[in-house]
Protein backbone atom coordinates (compact mmCIF):
# COMPACT_ATOMS: atom_id res chain seq x y z
CA UNK A 1 0.00 0.00 0.00
CA UNK A 2 1.58 3.68 -0.77
CA UNK A 3 2.33 5.95 1.87
CA UNK A 4 -2.11 7.38 3.09
CA UNK A 5 -1.72 10.23 1.50
CA UNK A 6 -3.71 12.07 -1.35
CA UNK A 7 -4.38 15.26 -3.23
CA UNK A 8 -8.14 15.46 -4.53
CA UNK A 9 -8.90 18.52 -7.39
CA UNK A 10 -12.72 19.11 -7.50
CA UNK A 11 -13.58 19.53 -10.62
CA UNK A 12 -17.16 20.53 -9.67
CA UNK A 13 -15.63 22.98 -7.74
CA UNK A 14 -13.50 24.96 -10.50
CA UNK A 15 -16.72 24.90 -12.26
CA UNK A 16 -18.82 26.25 -9.26
CA UNK A 17 -15.95 28.74 -8.43
CA UNK A 18 -15.60 29.77 -12.09
CA UNK A 19 -19.24 30.70 -12.77
CA UNK A 20 -19.07 32.90 -9.49
CA UNK A 21 -16.78 34.90 -11.75
CA UNK A 22 -18.97 35.21 -14.57
CA UNK A 23 -21.70 36.56 -12.22
CA UNK A 24 -19.90 39.00 -10.99
CA UNK A 25 -18.43 40.11 -14.13
CA UNK A 26 -20.57 42.09 -15.06
CA UNK A 27 -20.78 40.89 -18.63
CA UNK A 28 -16.78 40.97 -19.19
CA UNK A 29 -14.37 37.98 -20.54
CA UNK A 30 -13.07 35.69 -17.76
CA UNK A 31 -9.78 34.97 -17.81
CA UNK A 32 -9.21 31.92 -15.62
CA UNK A 33 -5.67 32.50 -14.38
CA UNK A 34 -3.32 29.10 -14.43
CA UNK A 35 -0.69 30.55 -13.35
CA UNK A 36 1.68 28.49 -11.34
CA UNK A 37 0.42 25.07 -12.15
CA UNK A 38 -3.00 26.28 -11.89
CA UNK A 39 -2.28 27.37 -8.27
CA UNK A 40 -0.79 24.03 -7.36
CA UNK A 41 -3.57 22.01 -8.68
CA UNK A 42 -2.19 21.07 -12.38
CA UNK A 43 -2.99 22.48 -15.33
CA UNK A 44 -4.13 19.24 -16.89
CA UNK A 45 -6.25 18.73 -14.17
CA UNK A 46 -8.29 21.81 -13.94
CA UNK A 47 -8.47 22.15 -17.80
CA UNK A 48 -11.97 20.47 -18.55
CA UNK A 49 -13.49 21.80 -15.40
CA UNK A 50 -12.53 25.16 -16.38
CA UNK A 51 -13.21 25.24 -20.46
CA UNK A 52 -16.42 27.27 -19.45
CA UNK A 53 -13.36 30.31 -19.59
CA UNK A 54 -13.21 32.56 -22.21
CA UNK A 55 -9.29 32.70 -21.84
CA UNK A 56 -6.38 31.19 -19.75
CA UNK A 57 -3.58 33.52 -18.25
CA UNK A 58 -0.27 32.57 -17.07
CA UNK A 59 3.19 33.39 -17.00
CA UNK A 60 5.44 30.75 -17.94
CA UNK A 61 5.50 29.98 -21.66
CA UNK A 62 5.90 26.21 -21.20
CA UNK A 63 2.41 26.00 -19.63
CA UNK A 64 1.02 28.18 -22.39
CA UNK A 65 2.12 25.28 -24.80
CA UNK A 66 0.61 22.67 -22.39
CA UNK A 67 -2.63 24.86 -22.70
CA UNK A 68 -2.57 24.70 -25.97
CA UNK A 69 -1.19 20.92 -25.93
CA UNK A 70 -4.88 20.43 -24.03
CA UNK A 71 -6.24 21.39 -27.27
CA UNK A 72 -7.40 25.01 -26.00
CA UNK A 73 -7.58 27.24 -29.42
CA UNK A 74 -9.07 30.35 -27.67
CA UNK A 75 -7.34 33.03 -25.64
CA UNK A 76 -3.54 32.59 -24.16
CA UNK A 77 -2.32 35.48 -22.20
CA UNK A 78 1.22 35.94 -20.68
CA UNK A 79 0.93 38.35 -17.94
CA UNK A 80 4.44 39.08 -17.57
CA UNK A 81 4.69 39.26 -21.39
CA UNK A 82 7.97 37.40 -22.95
CA UNK A 83 10.93 37.16 -21.07
CA UNK A 84 13.56 37.54 -24.19
CA UNK A 85 13.04 38.34 -28.21
CA UNK A 86 13.03 34.73 -29.39
CA UNK A 87 9.78 33.74 -26.90
CA UNK A 88 7.81 36.06 -29.70
CA UNK A 89 8.83 33.30 -31.97
CA UNK A 90 6.53 31.22 -29.83
CA UNK A 91 3.81 33.53 -29.41
CA UNK A 92 3.33 33.57 -33.11
CA UNK A 93 3.25 29.83 -33.21
CA UNK A 94 0.83 29.59 -30.89
CA UNK A 95 -1.02 32.62 -31.15
CA UNK A 96 -0.27 34.10 -27.58
CA UNK A 97 -1.22 37.44 -26.25
CA UNK A 98 1.15 38.75 -24.19
CA UNK A 99 1.49 41.67 -21.70
CA UNK A 100 3.84 44.49 -22.69
CA UNK A 101 5.02 46.27 -19.58
CA UNK A 102 8.56 47.53 -20.21
CA UNK A 103 10.30 49.66 -23.30
CA UNK A 104 12.55 46.95 -24.09
CA UNK A 105 9.45 44.37 -25.13
CA UNK A 106 8.56 47.00 -27.67
CA UNK A 107 12.04 46.94 -29.22
CA UNK A 108 11.79 42.99 -29.59
CA UNK A 109 8.74 43.31 -31.21
CA UNK A 110 9.31 46.03 -33.44
CA UNK A 111 12.23 43.55 -34.96
CA UNK A 112 10.19 40.61 -34.48
CA UNK A 113 9.49 39.27 -38.38
CA UNK A 114 6.02 37.83 -38.40
CA UNK A 115 2.78 37.70 -41.28
CA UNK A 116 0.22 37.36 -38.17
CA UNK A 117 -0.10 40.64 -36.02
CA UNK A 118 0.08 40.10 -32.60
CA UNK A 119 -2.14 41.40 -29.55
CA UNK A 120 -0.53 42.83 -26.51
CA UNK A 121 -2.05 44.29 -23.34
CA UNK A 122 -0.25 47.07 -22.71
CA UNK A 123 0.81 47.23 -18.99
CA UNK A 124 0.19 50.63 -16.43
CA UNK A 125 1.85 50.85 -13.45
CA UNK A 126 -1.02 52.19 -11.21
CA UNK A 127 0.60 52.56 -7.82
CA UNK A 128 1.76 48.64 -7.40
CA UNK A 129 5.01 49.41 -8.61
CA UNK A 130 5.84 46.01 -9.71
CA UNK A 131 5.18 45.88 -13.38
CA UNK A 132 4.28 48.26 -15.96
CA UNK A 133 4.99 51.43 -17.72
CA UNK A 134 4.73 54.99 -15.04
CA UNK A 135 1.64 57.04 -16.16
CA UNK A 136 3.78 59.58 -18.12
CA UNK A 137 5.08 57.31 -20.20
CA UNK A 138 2.11 55.21 -20.96
CA UNK A 139 0.78 57.18 -23.99
CA UNK A 140 4.18 57.14 -25.60
CA UNK A 141 4.80 53.51 -25.46
CA UNK A 142 0.70 53.30 -26.67
CA UNK A 143 1.48 55.16 -29.94
CA UNK A 144 4.61 53.09 -30.03
CA UNK A 145 2.81 49.74 -29.92
CA UNK A 146 0.24 51.30 -31.91
CA UNK A 147 2.26 52.27 -34.77
CA UNK A 148 4.01 48.80 -35.69
CA UNK A 149 2.88 46.62 -38.33
CA UNK A 150 4.08 43.50 -35.60
CA UNK A 151 1.14 44.89 -33.19
CA UNK A 152 -2.59 43.77 -33.77
CA UNK A 153 -4.70 45.51 -30.81
CA UNK A 154 -3.31 47.37 -27.85
CA UNK A 155 -5.41 46.01 -24.67
CA UNK A 156 -5.32 48.12 -21.78
CA UNK A 157 -4.07 46.86 -18.36
CA UNK A 158 -3.31 47.15 -14.79
CA UNK A 159 -3.15 45.52 -11.45
CA UNK A 160 -4.55 46.23 -8.24
CA UNK A 161 -2.13 46.18 -4.86
CA UNK A 162 -5.10 46.45 -2.37
CA UNK A 163 -8.50 45.28 -3.71
CA UNK A 164 -8.43 43.03 -0.64
CA UNK A 165 -7.71 45.25 1.84
CA UNK A 166 -8.79 48.90 3.44
CA UNK A 167 -7.21 50.49 0.55
CA UNK A 168 -9.31 49.23 -2.19
CA UNK A 169 -9.28 50.79 -5.42
CA UNK A 170 -10.26 53.80 -5.93
CA UNK A 171 -7.09 55.50 -6.07
CA UNK A 172 -5.47 53.40 -8.61
CA UNK A 173 -8.53 53.16 -10.45
CA UNK A 174 -8.12 57.45 -10.82
CA UNK A 175 -4.77 56.43 -12.23
CA UNK A 176 -5.72 54.21 -14.62
CA UNK A 177 -8.38 56.50 -15.98
CA UNK A 178 -6.83 59.48 -16.69
CA UNK A 179 -3.39 57.29 -17.88
CA UNK A 180 -6.00 55.67 -20.45
CA UNK A 181 -8.33 58.44 -21.34
CA UNK A 182 -9.43 58.70 -24.53
CA UNK A 183 -6.90 55.48 -25.73
CA UNK A 184 -9.15 53.05 -27.63
CA UNK A 185 -9.02 49.11 -26.67
CA UNK A 186 -10.44 46.72 -24.14
CA UNK A 187 -9.42 47.13 -20.72
CA UNK A 188 -8.71 44.33 -17.80
CA UNK A 189 -7.91 45.26 -14.62
CA UNK A 190 -9.70 43.09 -12.21
CA UNK A 191 -8.09 40.23 -10.02
CA UNK A 192 -10.19 38.22 -8.25
CA UNK A 193 -10.35 40.82 -4.68
CA UNK A 194 -11.14 43.27 -6.98
CA UNK A 195 -14.24 41.02 -8.74
CA UNK A 196 -15.44 40.18 -4.94
CA UNK A 197 -15.38 43.42 -3.48
CA UNK A 198 -15.10 46.12 -6.23
CA UNK A 199 -17.02 44.38 -9.45
CA UNK A 200 -19.21 47.84 -10.85
CA UNK A 201 -16.00 50.09 -10.71
CA UNK A 202 -13.33 47.70 -12.31
CA UNK A 203 -15.05 44.82 -14.07
CA UNK A 204 -14.34 46.36 -17.49
CA UNK A 205 -13.73 43.87 -20.42
CA UNK A 206 -12.30 41.64 -19.29
CA UNK A 207 -11.57 40.19 -15.26
CA UNK A 208 -8.31 38.15 -14.20
CA UNK A 209 -9.57 35.78 -11.44
CA UNK A 210 -7.15 33.28 -9.46
CA UNK A 211 -7.90 32.38 -6.29
CA UNK A 212 -11.67 32.96 -6.24
CA UNK A 213 -11.49 30.38 -8.92
CA UNK A 214 -9.82 27.90 -6.32
CA UNK A 215 -12.13 28.53 -3.75
CA UNK A 216 -9.87 31.35 -1.57
CA UNK A 217 -11.23 34.39 -0.02
CA UNK A 218 -8.39 36.71 -1.26
CA UNK A 219 -9.80 38.88 1.99
CA UNK A 220 -9.58 36.09 4.40
CA UNK A 221 -10.23 36.54 7.95
CA UNK A 222 -12.83 39.61 6.80
CA UNK A 223 -14.46 37.27 4.68
CA UNK A 224 -14.65 33.47 4.26
CA UNK A 225 -15.05 31.73 1.03
CA UNK A 226 -18.64 30.58 2.41
CA UNK A 227 -19.31 34.08 3.05
CA UNK A 228 -18.62 34.47 -1.33
CA UNK A 229 -20.43 31.55 -2.08
CA UNK A 230 -17.03 29.66 -3.36
CA UNK A 231 -16.31 25.66 -3.21
CA UNK A 232 -13.12 24.20 -2.00
CA UNK A 233 -11.34 22.97 -4.87
CA UNK A 234 -8.25 20.92 -3.67
CA UNK A 235 -8.39 18.51 -0.71
CA UNK A 236 -5.13 17.28 0.89
CA UNK A 237 -6.04 14.12 3.07
CA UNK A 238 -4.00 11.79 4.90
CA UNK A 239 -4.57 8.87 7.52
CA UNK A 240 -3.46 8.71 10.80
CA UNK A 241 -0.56 5.94 11.35
CA UNK A 242 -0.48 5.45 14.94
CA UNK A 243 -1.97 6.52 18.04
CA UNK A 244 -0.02 7.14 21.38
CA UNK A 245 -1.92 7.72 24.91
CA UNK A 246 0.00 10.57 27.05
CA UNK A 247 0.36 11.31 30.74
CA UNK A 248 0.25 14.84 32.41
CA UNK A 249 3.49 16.79 31.25
CA UNK A 250 4.11 14.48 27.97
CA UNK A 251 5.71 16.10 25.36
CA UNK A 252 4.96 15.80 21.83
CA UNK A 253 7.24 15.83 18.36
CA UNK A 254 10.53 17.57 17.64
CA UNK A 255 11.80 20.18 20.49
CA UNK A 256 8.70 18.58 22.80
CA UNK A 257 7.30 22.24 22.15
CA UNK A 258 3.53 20.72 23.26
CA UNK A 259 3.22 19.27 26.75
CA UNK A 260 0.21 17.59 27.88
CA UNK A 261 -1.54 19.26 30.85
CA UNK A 262 -3.58 16.24 31.44
CA UNK A 263 -3.72 12.63 30.13
CA UNK A 264 -5.04 12.74 26.34
CA UNK A 265 -5.17 10.49 23.29
CA UNK A 266 -3.44 12.21 20.00
CA UNK A 267 -3.01 10.70 16.77
CA UNK A 268 -0.43 10.94 14.25
CA UNK A 269 -1.13 11.75 10.69
CA UNK A 270 0.91 10.65 7.71
CA UNK A 271 1.38 14.43 6.56
CA UNK A 272 4.49 16.59 7.26
CA UNK A 273 6.26 19.35 5.66
CA UNK A 274 7.77 17.73 3.09
CA UNK A 275 4.09 17.11 1.60
CA UNK A 276 3.27 21.19 1.49
CA UNK A 277 2.37 21.19 4.87
CA UNK A 278 3.24 24.09 6.47
CA UNK A 279 5.96 23.73 8.70
CA UNK A 280 5.14 26.95 10.40
CA UNK A 281 1.47 25.82 11.24
CA UNK A 282 2.03 25.67 14.86
CA UNK A 283 -0.41 24.05 17.64
CA UNK A 284 -3.74 24.74 17.86
CA UNK A 285 -4.41 24.74 13.91
CA UNK A 286 -7.20 23.52 12.35
CA UNK A 287 -7.75 19.48 11.67
CA UNK A 288 -10.42 17.06 10.90
CA UNK A 289 -10.33 13.88 11.96
CA UNK A 290 -12.79 11.68 10.47
CA UNK A 291 -14.74 14.61 9.45
CA UNK A 292 -14.37 15.98 13.23
CA UNK A 293 -12.32 19.24 13.86
CA UNK A 294 -9.72 19.38 16.36
CA UNK A 295 -6.20 20.37 16.45
CA UNK A 296 -2.70 20.00 15.59
CA UNK A 297 -0.30 19.42 18.45
CA UNK A 298 3.49 20.25 18.40
CA UNK A 299 5.73 21.15 15.41
CA UNK A 300 5.08 19.77 11.78
CA UNK A 301 7.60 17.22 11.10
CA UNK A 302 8.86 15.87 7.80
CA UNK A 303 6.61 13.58 7.14
CA UNK A 304 3.77 13.56 10.18
CA UNK A 305 1.70 15.53 11.94
CA UNK A 306 0.26 15.00 15.38
CA UNK A 307 -3.06 15.67 16.56
CA UNK A 308 -5.36 16.37 19.24
CA UNK A 309 -7.82 13.33 19.12
CA UNK A 310 -9.90 14.24 21.87
CA UNK A 311 -13.04 15.63 19.83
CA UNK A 312 -13.01 12.05 18.22
CA UNK A 313 -12.21 9.50 20.64
CA UNK A 314 -13.10 6.21 18.23
CA UNK A 315 -10.29 7.65 15.93
CA UNK A 316 -7.82 4.82 14.93
CA UNK A 317 -5.22 3.95 12.68
CA UNK A 318 -6.64 3.89 9.30
CA UNK A 319 -9.08 7.55 9.93
CA UNK A 320 -9.22 9.62 7.45
CA UNK A 321 -7.45 13.13 8.58
CA UNK A 322 -8.28 16.53 6.47
CA UNK A 323 -5.68 18.25 6.13
CA UNK A 324 -7.51 20.97 3.97
CA UNK A 325 -10.84 21.03 1.48
CA UNK A 326 -13.51 18.32 1.74
CA UNK A 327 -13.82 15.70 4.61
CA UNK A 328 -15.97 12.87 5.21
CA UNK A 329 -19.93 13.25 5.79
CA UNK A 330 -19.94 16.84 4.36
CA UNK A 331 -17.36 18.35 6.40
CA UNK A 332 -14.78 21.13 5.28
CA UNK A 333 -12.30 22.74 6.65
CA UNK A 334 -11.63 25.85 4.15
CA UNK A 335 -7.77 25.79 3.38
CA UNK A 336 -7.93 29.81 4.03
CA UNK A 337 -7.94 28.66 8.08
CA UNK A 338 -4.84 26.27 8.05
CA UNK A 339 -3.21 29.23 6.05
CA UNK A 340 -4.59 32.25 8.56
CA UNK A 341 -2.63 29.60 11.43
CA UNK A 342 0.63 29.56 9.98
CA UNK A 343 0.69 32.91 9.33
CA UNK A 344 0.49 32.70 5.35
CA UNK A 345 -2.15 32.68 2.56
CA UNK A 346 -4.39 30.12 0.84
CA UNK A 347 -1.85 30.63 -2.56
CA UNK A 348 1.21 29.77 -0.82
CA UNK A 349 -0.43 26.04 0.37
CA UNK A 350 -1.42 25.46 -2.51
CA UNK A 351 0.76 26.24 -4.51
CA UNK A 352 2.95 24.10 -2.43
CA UNK A 353 1.56 21.37 -2.47
CA UNK A 354 4.45 18.45 -3.08
CA UNK A 355 5.12 16.23 -6.09
CA UNK A 356 5.34 13.16 -3.79
CA UNK A 357 1.53 13.35 -3.33
CA UNK A 358 -0.58 11.47 -5.40
CA UNK A 359 -2.97 13.75 -6.80
CA UNK A 360 -6.02 13.00 -8.97
CA UNK A 361 -9.03 14.71 -9.78
CA UNK A 362 -12.33 13.63 -8.18
C1 LIG B 1 -2.01 36.34 -10.34
C2 LIG B 1 -2.64 37.45 -11.09
C3 LIG B 1 -4.01 37.60 -11.10
C4 LIG B 1 -4.94 36.75 -10.27
O1 LIG B 1 -4.86 37.18 -8.93
P1 LIG B 1 -5.79 36.52 -7.79
O2 LIG B 1 -5.50 37.34 -6.58
O3 LIG B 1 -5.31 35.12 -7.61
O4 LIG B 1 -7.16 36.60 -8.28
C5 LIG B 1 -4.54 38.59 -11.89
N1 LIG B 1 -3.74 39.41 -12.61
C6 LIG B 1 -2.41 39.30 -12.61
C7 LIG B 1 -1.59 40.22 -13.41
C8 LIG B 1 -1.81 38.32 -11.84
O5 LIG B 1 -0.47 38.21 -11.85
Redesign the pocket.
Known amino acids: MPRPIEALVHGDGLAHNLARARALACGARVWA?V?ANAYGHGIERVFESLRAADGF?LLDLGEAERVRALGWRGPVLL?EGVFEARDLELCSRLNLWHTVHREEQIDWLASHKTAQPQRVFLKLNSGMNRLGFAPHAYRAAWARLNALPQVDEVALMT?FADADGAGGVAEQLAVFERATEGLPGERTLA???ALLRHAQASAADWV?????VYGGA?DHPQHTAAHWQLQPTMTLRAQLIGVQQLARGDRVGYGGTFVADAAMRIGVAACGYADGYPRHAGTGTPVLVDGVRTRTLGRVSMDMIAVDLAPAPHAAPGSEVTLWGRGPHGSVLPIDEVAHAAGTVS?ELMCALAQRVPTRVA
Open positions: VKALHNSARPGIMPY
